[in-house]
């Protein structure tokens, strides 16, 4: 079956860390790039990270530069997202998503195909 | 970074309405423009990518269009499991910027 599965959320106090991780079954992960996507309480999509199916290239939101880090375990077909330094902002969703991409006349588009279910990250004291 | 802006933010519609929701981006983006669907406590699904062309799987009553800065959601024929709120997404940076939504509610 075809899926991502996150986990490793929950509450944490501001200033503190957490690693949330997605876990990738029934396609071959390591030919994907994959994003972290968050969603705070009733608002709308914000896209944080992307890494290419190598983990070579990494980028990120500016809302989160310099505090999370997105990374990957082929041999695990997991990803992960650590965050540091957490502020009450960050409490959000947290849905890992497959990145598509198509050549077409010399770039590549992209879109996002699979969604896991999301893992709830709240920072409060 | 570029900015994407839904209208309307809300609608209300019927079984059986057509209904358009518009995003228009702070600069051109050519075709780099994806469209999702989500439901109350579910993962966004995708629907249209690169503008115009739809998901396998998605019903056929949902198009796309658009290029540069102004990009449309059609919905031809408003059926129940389509009440539910709807983002556009652009791919043309690497920031992958997602409109606001657009939230569809029964009238």
């Known amino acids: 079956q075809v899926q991502l599965v996150e986990s490793g959320g929950g509450v944490v106090q501001p200033g503190r860390s957490v690693r949330v991780s997605c876990a990738a079954s029934?396609?071959?992960?390591?030919?994907?790039?994959m994003n972290w996507v968050r969603q705070a309480p009733g608002k709308g999509l914000e896209w944080v990270a992307v890494?290419?199916?190598?983990?070579?290239?990494?980028d990120y939101a500016d809302s989160v530069k310099g505090r999370f880090t997105i990374s990957r375990d082929n041999s695990k077909n997991t990803l992960y997202l650590q965050m540091i330094s957490l502020r009450a902002e960050d409490t959000a969703v947290y849905y890992c998503?497959?990145?598509?991409?198509?050549?077409?006349?010399?770039?590549?588009?992209?879109?996002?195909?699979?969604w896991g279910q999301g893992t709830l990250v709240s920072v409060s004291s | 970074d570029i900015q994407m802006t839904q209208s309307p933010s809300s609608l209300s519609a019927s079984v059986g309405d057509r209904v358009t929701i518009t995003c228009r981006a702070s600069?051109?983006?050519?075709?780099?423009l994806n469209w999702y669907q989500q439901k109350p406590g579910k993962a966004p699904k995708l629907l249209i990518y690169?503008?115009?062309s739809l998901q396998s799987g998605v019903p056929s009553r949902f198009s796309g269009s658009g290029s540069g800065t102004d990009f449309t959601l059609t919905i031809s024929s408003l059926q129940p499991a389509d009440f539910a709120t709807y983002f556009c997404?652009?791919?043309?940076?690497?920031?992958?910027?997602f409109g606001q939504g657009t939230k569809l509610e029964i009238k």
């Open positions: 998503a497959r990145d598509v991409g198509l050549e077409v006349a010399g770039t590549v588009v992209r879109w996002f195909d699979l």
């Open positions: 890494i290419s199916y190598d983990g070579r290239n990494k």
């Open positions: 600069q051109s983006i050519s075709n780099y």
């Open positions: 690169v503008a115009s």
């Open positions: 029934g396609f071959t992960f390591s030919t994907y790039a």
């Open positions: 997404q652009q791919s043309y940076s690497n920031s992958y910027t």
